[in-house]
């Protein structure tokens, strides 16, 4: 078995080619050995047993892929999102993407009202193409998609900069206090009790990062009338505060008293967070297989922007950009509490993981249930 006859069965489905008995022999073997990689999320319990169950997961898959492709690689190719070569893009449709949407719509369906999902991962990891392409497959398996970054929730220019006098050491917007908490709260739970046979107009806060020279501003909110399912994603969305004494050891590149202070007062301001996180249904934590790897990808989009004429942080000027964010929120120190299996007294856990390798492709996904 190879990933080419994947591609190859791929491409018949797409192409609405007959399939053959052998090729459907193949898929149901290759879901069997791949589950242990890439959990199967369109079955309930996360595994699959029968037979019959197989052919029906990998029949809604073709089904649901053949309908999307076109305009999915359409809307890919359109945002600049390079995932081009059918080596990289079938196995992450077929793995990743395909089986989280229905899973989506699954849950959805299970809740009977608007699913609000957690979306945890930091520059690099997928979160926007994932909202991209989950608002494509959502919607032909007939469900209202609305995604919202952590970021539209910043509060005003005018307010960041009465902040700052007070916290000096937010030199950028992004850790916790930057953001307006109550405003979180009043538009989720809007989109949570909309009542489906008389939706409300929401205003759905926007926030553009071009504004001042790059410190940004809010804009006019987008009016929705809902959705089925909403996407809620950030860098630290769902992350719960520690303990104080997590942070009794000094940590790269948390190194002198100030950067340690600075690290406590983020951490505590996490507290500020956790009512908003409570309307989650579940979480999905995005994280690469290195941590660092965060620091290159940002290095390489730095230069991309340098190379296109745009202007561009040099390498040192980005590396005291990433790693004020590990100061703020260490991965090593706040990731690991959250990918333990979940138990009906820890709420810190993921429901989903997803690890990402160096090329921003997912590598594993594994349930925390």
Same mark, same amino acid.
Not at 30 to 43: A, G, N, P, Y
Not at 89 to 101: D, K, M
Not at 122 to 137: A, D
Not at 264 to 269: E, G, I, K, M, T
């Given at each position: 078995?190879?990933?080419?006859?994947?591609?190859?069965?791929?491409?018949?489905?797409?192409?609405?080619?007959?399939?053959?008995?052998?090729?459907?022999?193949?898929?149901?073997?290759?879901?069997?050995?791949?589950?242990?990689?890439?959990?199967?999320?369109?079955?309930?319990?996360?595994?699959?047993?029968?037979?019959?169950?197989?052919?029906?997961?990998?029949?809604?898959?073709? !089904?649901?892929?053949?309908?999307?492709?076109?305009?999915?690689?359409?809307?890919?190719?359109?945002?600049?999102?390079?995932?081009?070569?059918?080596?990289?893009?079938?196995?992450?449709?077929?793995?990743?993407?395909?089986?989280?949407?229905? !899973?989506?719509?699954?849950?959805?369906?299970?809740?009977?009202?608007?699913?609000?999902?957690?979306?945890?991962?930091?520059?690099?990891?997928?979160?926007?193409?994932?909202?991209?392409?989950?608002?494509?497959?959502?919607?032909?398996?007939?469900?209202?998609?609305?995604?919202?970054?952590?970021?539209?929730?910043?509060?005003?220019?005018?307010?960041?900069?009465?902040?700052?006098?007070?916290?000096?050491?937010?030199?950028?917007?992004?850790?916790?206090?930057?953001?307006?908490?109550?405003?979180?709260?009043?538009?989720?739970?809007?989109?949570?009790?909309? !009542?489906?046979?008389?939706?409300?107009?929401?205003?759905?806060?926007?926030?553009?990062?071009?504004?001042?020279?790059?410190?940004?501003?809010?804009?006019?909110?987008?009016?929705?009338?809902?959705?089925?399912?909403?996407?809620?994603?950030?860098?630290?969305?769902?992350?719960?505060?520690?303990?104080?004494?997590?942070?009794?050891?000094?940590?790269?590149?948390?190194?002198?008293?100030?950067?340690?202070?600075?690290?406590?007062?983020?951490?505590?301001?996490?507290?500020?967070?956790?009512?908003?996180?409570?309307?989650? !249904?579940?979480?999905?934590?995005?994280?690469?297989?290195?941590?660092?790897?965060?620091?290159?990808?940002?290095?390489?989009?730095?230069?991309?922007?340098?190379?296109?004429?745009?202007?561009?942080?040099?390498?040192?000027?980005?590396?005291?950009?990433?790693?004020?964010?590990?100061?703020?929120?260490?991965?090593?120190?706040?990731?690991?509490?959250?990918?333990?299996?979940?138990?009906?007294?820890?709420?810190?856990?993921?429901?989903?993981?997803?690890?990402?390798?160096?090329?921003?492709?997912?590598?594993?996904?594994?349930?925390?249930?």
């Amino acid at each position: 078995m190879t990933e080419k006859s994947l591609i190859r069965i791929i491409e018949l489905i797409i192409q609405g080619s007959f399939v053959s008995n052998t090729d459907y022999e193949y898929l149901i073997q290759d879901l069997l050995i791949s589950s242990e990689r890439f959990q199967v999320l369109d079955k309930q319990d996360f595994y699959v047993s029968h037979s019959e169950e197989i052919i029906t997961i990998i029949k809604r898959r073709s !089904h649901l892929l053949k309908l999307v492709y076109p305009e999915l690689s359409r809307t890919l190719a359109q945002q600049n999102i390079s995932i081009d070569l059918s080596s990289d893009i079938f196995p992450t449709l077929w793995y990743y993407w395909l089986p989280l949407a229905i !899973h989506l719509d699954q849950q959805q369906q299970k809740l009977g009202r608007p699913l609000i999902q957690g979306l945890l991962g930091g520059q690099g990891t997928g979160k926007t193409t994932l909202g991209i392409v989950l608002n494509i497959l959502l919607k032909y398996l007939g469900k209202t998609f609305l995604s919202i970054s952590l970021d539209d929730l910043y509060k005003t220019y005018a307010d960041r900069q009465k902040l700052q006098l007070h916290r000096p050491d937010l030199i950028w917007r992004g850790p916790p206090s930057t953001h307006d908490v109550d405003l979180g709260i009043q538009v989720f739970q809007q989109l949570r009790d909309r !009542h489906p046979d008389n939706p409300q107009k929401i205003a759905i806060p926007r926030f553009d990062k071009s504004l001042h020279n790059g410190a940004g501003d809010r804009i006019e909110p987008e009016i929705s009338d809902g959705a089925d399912v909403i996407l809620f994603e950030g860098w630290f969305v769902g992350m719960r505060p520690l303990s104080i004494a997590a942070f009794e050891k000094f940590i790269p590149p948390i190194l002198t008293e100030s950067d340690r202070d600075f690290a406590l007062a983020c951490n505590a301001r996490l507290y500020d967070y956790l009512p908003l996180w409570d309307y989650l !249904h579940s979480l999905i934590v995005l994280i690469p297989e290195d941590y660092t790897y965060s620091l290159q990808w940002r290095l390489e989009a730095e230069h991309k922007l340098i190379q296109s004429g745009k202007s561009g942080m040099n390498d040192a000027e980005t590396t005291k950009f990433v790693e004020y964010f590990w100061k703020a929120l260490h991965p090593n120190l706040f990731l690991p509490p959250m990918l333990g299996k979940k138990t009906s007294s820890d709420h810190f856990s993921a429901d989903l993981v997803v690890e990402i390798m160096r090329s921003h492709l997912p590598t594993r996904i594994y349930s925390c249930r």
